[in-house]
């Protein structure tokens, strides 16, 4: 076998190519400043001359595809070049992963460096970064990830994202940095491209795209920084999307996201697209499947494309679509299906949030004003919203996590929920500690969804369901009691109202379990932002700072012994209930220090 012939059993004509291409371009630029000739020809020669100061080559980079578990080290051996062993390459492998909304497991981005003489006899390297794909003509049956990658080759191929020229920079000197980056964005007019930390290697990475690429497929450089730095890492994150008027743009049509998500839910689209459903389709058989209009849906698909729920249009006719992993979470069945939230984002919280207005010049409840009611007694008498409701609460499920081994410890045998909703926090708790039992307290319609999630778990043998209304009373004979998302839709004095119930259930030295989002303080970001003007909007409620709740929690009782962060920016507080001789001791704090 020919070392070609070695090589065409590993990697297909367009990746060998695309390998020679790269060796011919390390072999023929030679210096920093010959390179930047053609990247970035918008610069003077003194400024080429000043990032030739600061940078040395690296390498030029490609992507290829390679057969699984193939040898593409020794392939490139036997093609005269001198070849390493592969590494991961987490880089690739999150833009690849953010571009096409593939699980980061599927793809297996490892980078093989083999090194390349000049004729100058100097050393040069070329980065070969490898993501193996089954051979389309080897796969009969294709489910949906073959298809989402066999789309993915396709388009970089075309596109050729991941090919690069990379410098290296010698210097580790902040405001080098800073000046390079400044000479390349402002000066060469490259537009910032990502980037990332490689903790396999110690370097930070950082991309631009060429404007003016010249003839050459290498249209974006790479500025390899050696350590971890995040300040540079965070200043080029922030001017990737550097054009203002477009990132207005792009927030001032969110409401767009919002109903074509919600749209695209209504119609089924996710779970037509699953695999149960015959998986990926084209434009005119899906139409006809979901009851909509050819063209009007085709315009939707394109929408959600770039939204990265889909990836499409692709295949013979340019009109096929597939689900991506983030599209697979809106369908029906999904494991906690956001579906249910999709529709209520776009129906009822939608049409309330379009009274904001009236929300921030009074400070009172929008969905009020606008549908006559409160969002409890609105959905309950509106059916299938009370449905949709309930369920939409379980997306938010993964949160409770980490919430069992809190509450499973010695000294504890029953659990009460407050208001525990659909029941999917007990069968969460009742699930992880068989000894457990529980009680869960809720209003009556929705006593019976929960009932049925624990028959569901196996669990409700162990759980007493009590119909109630926690604003009056409270169940006593717990040894650990949960509020999960239910103080955020009270004002502080409710708030206090219900704490105080809970204090007066509980015995001495029992806990009470708060689930909430924490507004960050000093403006760190946090969902609690957002959702503290949906709670001001649609419910009347807020989203507080630890501050905030464990003055409220003091004031009611209860002493703040610790804070757990849970998935989805929530966090959980424990707090033991004073015994009474202990709370009489204890001034109240002012209300000044709920602010």
Request: with cysteine; proline share 7%.
């Amino acid at each position: 076998m020919t070392e070609q012939q070695a090589g065409a059993a590993v990697l297909d004509a367009a990746d060998l190519t695309a390998i020679g291409e790269a060796a011919a371009l390390v072999r023929s630029s030679g210096t920093v400043t010959r390179m930047l000739r053609t990247l970035a020809p918008a610069l003077s020669d003194g400024e080429r001359e000043s990032l030739g100061a600061w940078c040395v080559p690296a390498h030029a980079a490609v992507l290829v595809f390679p057969r699984p578990r193939a040898d593409v080290a020794g392939a490139l051996t036997g093609l005269g070049l001198e070849a390493g062993a592969p590494v991961p390459s987490t880089v690739v492998r999150d833009r690849l992963r953010a571009r096409y909304g593939i699980a980061p497991e599927a793809l297996e981005v490892s980078i093989v460096r083999a090194a390349v003489r000049t004729p100058e006899g100097e050393l040069g390297e070329i980065e070969v970064f490898c993501l193996p794909v089954p051979d389309a003509a080897q796969v009969t049956a294709p489910d949906e990830s073959a298809v989402c990658m066999h789309h993915l080759v396709r388009r970089e191929r075309a596109e050729r994202n991941e090919a690069h020229v990379a410098f290296r920079v010698t210097s580790t000197d902040e405001v080098v940095f800073a000046g390079l980056r400044h000479l390349l964005v402002e000066r060469a007019g490259m537009r910032p491209d990502g980037g990332g930390y490689n903790p396999h290697e110690d370097v930070t990475v950082l991309y631009f795209r060429s404007a003016a690429p010249g003839g050459t497929p290498y249209g974006r450089l790479e500025l390899l920084v050696p350590g971890h730095r995040t300040s540079a890492l965070a200043a080029h994150r922030l001017q990737v999307r550097h054009e203002p008027a477009r990132v207005l743009l792009e927030l001032m049509t969110g409401a767009w996201q919002t109903q074509a998500i919600s749209v695209g839910a209504e119609l089924g689209v996710f779970d037509a697209l699953s695999p149960d459903a015959g998986g990926p389709s084209a434009v005119a058989g899906l139409a006809e499947r979901v009851g909509a209009d050819a063209d009007g849906l085709r315009r939707l698909l394109r929408y959600l494309s770039t939204l990265g729920l889909l990836i499409g249009p692709y295949g013979p006719d340019g009109d096929t679509y597939a689900l991506t992993g983030l599209g697979e979470l809106l369908r029906e069945d999904a494991p906690h299906s956001m579906r249910p939230l999709a529709l209520i984002y776009g129906g009822p919280f939608y049409e309330s949030f379009g009274r904001l207005l009236y929300a921030v010049r009074t400070g009172r409840d929008a969905f009020l004003h606008h549908f006559g009611a409160h969002h409890f007694p609105y959905f309950a008498q509106n059916p299938p919203w009370d449905t949709v409701f309930d369920r939409s609460m379980q997306a938010s499920s993964p949160m409770f996590g980490p919430v069992p081994a809190v509450v499973d410890r010695p000294g504890v045998d029953v659990v009460v929920d407050v208001a525990g909703g659909n029941g999917e926090l007990m069968a969460q708790i009742l699930g992880a500690a068989p000894r457990l039992r529980g009680v869960l307290l809720e209003r009556e319609h929705v006593v019976a969804a929960a009932r049925s999630r624990l028959e569901r778990a196996g669990t409700a043998d162990r759980c007493t369901f009590l119909t109630g209304d926690f604003t009056r009373s409270v169940p006593g004979g717990g040894d650990v009691y949960v509020l999960s998302r239910v103080l955020h839709d009270w004002d502080d004095a409710r708030c206090l109202d219900i704490l105080r119930r809970c204090a007066d259930a509980m015995p001495a030295e029992s806990e009470l379990l708060v689930i909430e989002r924490l507004l960050p303080v000093n403006g760190g970001e946090s969902l609690a932002v957002a959702w503290n003007l949906h709670m001001l909007c649609n419910v009347g409620g807020r989203e507080r700072t630890l501050d905030h709740y464990r003055g409220l929690l003091a004031e009611a009782g209860f002493d703040l012994v610790d804070t757990v962060p849970l998935p989805l920016d929530g966090s959980l507080l424990r707090a033991r209930r004073r015994s009474t001789a202990a709370a009489a001791a204890l001034p109240a704090p002012s209300r000044s220090e709920h602010a």
